[in-house]
């Protein structure tokens, strides 16, 4: 069975592949961090533009469509660090 991490890589990386610019990462609390860039998704941590961290309960609800990503900041289950501008893009490549 896939790590969470290595599931949400395999997740993320036809969403991200050519959709984002610059690097963003995703803390997934308690399990480690995935980093989106234009070539798709990767396990490991780095320098990135924003940085948006939550449960991995929060990020799979945003990814099949049950959590809506502004309301899940506001709520406080979803925290951004970093460009704001680009955390909307990201959000909206994760519910893609």
Same mark, same amino acid.
């Given at each position: 069975?896939?790590?969470?991490?290595?599931?949400?890589?395999?997740?993320?990386?036809?969403?991200?592949?050519?959709?984002?610019?610059?690097?963003?990462?995703?803390?997934?609390?308690?399990?480690?961090?995935? /980093?989106?860039?234009?070539? #798709?998704?990767?396990?490991? $941590? &780095?320098?990135?533009?924003?940085? *948006? @961290?939550? !449960? +991995?309960?929060?990020?799979?609800?945003?990814?099949?469509?049950?959590?809506?990503?502004? /309301?899940?900041?506001?709520? #406080?289950?979803?925290?951004? $660090? &970093?460009?704001?501008?680009?955390? *909307? @893009?990201? !959000? +909206?490549?994760?519910?893609?």
């Amino acid at each position: 069975m896939p790590s969470v991490l290595e599931e949400f890589v395999t997740t993320l990386t036809p969403k991200a592949k050519g959709a984002i610019k610059g690097t963003a990462k995703l803390e997934i609390i308690d399990h480690g961090v995935v /980093m989106l860039t234009q070539d #798709g998704a990767t396990a490991g $941590d &780095g320098a990135a533009d924003v940085t *948006l @961290k939550a !449960s +991995e309960k929060t990020f799979r609800a945003i990814l099949d469509g049950s959590q809506n990503p502004i /309301m899940a900041v506001m709520s #406080g289950k979803l925290k951004v $660090d &970093g460009n704001q501008m680009r955390a *909307l @893009k990201v !959000s +909206e490549i994760l519910t893609a």
